[in-house]
């Protein structure tokens, strides 16, 4: 059983550069969170997807910030540009639903940008 | 929309204190209700949860929680922590309706508890 898979684990970029960070779900799970950590505002949901679809992305920050499931076994979040404010950790989390509110956490993406 | 208020933000107890950290939620209708624990380095994972019934739940590793409606308290306790509970501990709402945003979590700031050997 891997888990939820996301990649990179560490990136470090300068302000202005396009980042990309991409997320595998566990095999079977329909539906897949984008999550912020930070230490000001905690862990904060982006956007979800069920059945590759998104349902809510009210959590986006802003327009440099996009996301896709192009398929059941992957996704990316995309910043572009990014800027010094988005540094963070970034989780990826599955879950079957509607039958099970449980959710899965990947190792996350620790985002530097300077 | 619903909160998640976590009293503390920082406990440091010796090893074979009892633990109990607070954790409120503000929503009017039914919801879910979790415990997450984060261990240095490492990701989230799933503590406890209550969805329905008896609300003393227990979870992994001792840990237990307590669900009580009508001062919307899901705390979280432990009768004698280890050095190696030493960890972030995140308590989160899913509110139960439906719509778009009744799958979401909504998470308390954390609170980092300390062991101290």
């Known amino acids: 059983d891997a888990g939820v898979i996301q990649s990179p684990r560490h990136e470090v970029t300068e302000m202005g550069q396009e980042v990309t960070l991409r997320c595998k779900p566990i095999?079977?799970?329909?539906?897949l969170f984008w999550y912020r950590q930070t230490m000001m505002r905690g862990l904060e949901l982006l956007i979800y997807?069920?059945?590759?679809?998104?349902?809510?992305d009210s959590g986006m920050p802003e327009d440099r910030f996009s996301a896709k499931m192009p398929n059941a076994s992957f996704s990316t979040l995309k910043i572009q540009p990014s800027e010094p404010r988005d540094s963070a950790v970034y989780f990826c989390?599955?879950?079957?639903?509607?039958?099970?509110?449980?959710?899965?956490f990947g190792p996350g993406t620790r985002l530097t940008v300077t | 929309a619903q909160s998640v208020s976590q009293h503390n933000h920082h406990v440091i107890l010796s090893e074979a204190a009892s633990l109990e950290l607070g954790c409120n939620y503000s929503?009017?209708?039914?919801?879910?209700l979790f415990w997450y624990v984060q261990y240095p380095g490492q990701h989230l994972q799933l503590l406890l949860k209550?969805?329905?019934?008896?609300?003393l739940v227990k979870g992994i590793k001792g840990f237990e929680a307590e669900f009580i409606k009508s001062k919307f308290s899901f705390n979280l306790r432990k009768p004698s922590v280890q050095w190696s509970d030493t960890a972030e501990y995140f308590c989160?709402?899913?509110?139960?309706?439906?719509?778009?945003?009744?799958?979401?979590?909504?998470f308390g700031k954390g609170t980092k508890l300390s062991v101290i050997p």
């Open positions: 209550y969805f329905s019934g008896d609300p």
């Open positions: 997807f069920n059945n590759n679809v998104p349902i809510d």
């Open positions: 989160a709402v899913s509110p139960i309706y439906s719509g778009a945003g009744s799958y979401q979590l909504t």
């Open positions: 989390a599955s879950s079957i639903l509607p039958a099970s509110y449980e959710q899965y």
């Open positions: 929503y009017g209708g039914t919801v879910n």
């Open positions: 095999s079977g799970h329909n539906s």
